[in-house]
């Protein structure tokens, strides 16, 4: 069975300041996928990322990066410089090759950018 | 272009009463999905349609019931709304099933 844990169900920062989204999977699967979505308060859902489990390296879009480490089944999101447009609920997600390939998502952080 | 777009956005109705849902994707996208965000925003898989064929139907009551005309839609029809269907119901298409998804904007349901 695969499990997301986003163990930061809010997190509040000042404008500007760099903050980082916890993420840590189960699977016991070798093949899998890592997605990170944005759900801002206008309630879309919008697809950020997806990273498949034989690729480590780390990413690089403009103030986002993504850090993943196998060793310890983590997926982290960090935005550097928040802004208060940053401001919503970021979910993780985790999809195993094979079967169902349906996603099992985290229950979300949800992060307030202050100005 | 919109490229998921379902309608209507907002869906306010009586217990007993049947409603559909509608949703539509421009991109191409071989496989389509109904997800449900309760109000606690946790985002719960429905159904799942691959070239038109039902490929995932999670444990929801019969009450619910998909219909995909052809590969770019995917309705979803509800009958005897309960209060607790109450929720916000998205849409989403992905290219094939390793990718991410594109989410439309959500369909906020409310039983009254």
């Known amino acids: 069975a695969q499990k997301v844990t986003q163990a930061q169900t809010e997190i509040s920062v000042v404008e500007k300041e760099d903050v980082t989204l916890d993420c840590v999977y189960e699977t016991r699967d070798t093949t899998y996928y890592l997605f990170w979505y944005k759900q801002p308060p206008s309630g879309e859902l919008v697809f950020l990322i997806r990273r498949n489990s034989f690729d480590e390296q780390n990413e690089i879009s403009g103030r986002y990066s993504w850090n993943f480490q196998k060793s310890t089944s983590s997926f982290n999101f960090t935005i550097t410089a928040s802004q208060v447009v940053d401001s919503a609920v970021y979910f993780c997600?985790?999809?195993?090759?094979?079967?169902?390939?349906?996603?099992?998502f985290g229950r979300g952080t949800s992060l307030i950018v202050h100005p | 272009d919109t490229a998921v777009s379902q309608t209507p956005k907002y869906l306010v109705t009586q217990m007993g009463n049947d409603k559909s849902i509608k949703c539509e994707q421009n991109l191409g996208h071989d496989t389509m999905y109904w997800y449900k965000q309760d109000s606690k925003k946790f985002l719960k898989i429905m159904f799942s349609y691959n070239n038109k064929e039902l490929i995932i139907n999670e444990t929801v009551p019969n009450r619910f019931s998909p219909k995909s005309p052809d590969k770019a839609h995917l309705n979803l029809h509800i009958n005897s709304l309960e209060l607790g269907d109450s929720a916000v119901y998205f849409c989403?298409?992905?290219?094939?099933?390793?990718?991410?998804?594109?989410f439309g904007s959500g369909t906020r349901l409310t039983v009254v």
């Open positions: 997600a985790l999809q195993v090759s094979g079967g169902s390939y349906i996603p099992t």
């Open positions: 989403a298409s992905s290219q094939n099933r390793q990718h991410g998804y594109t």
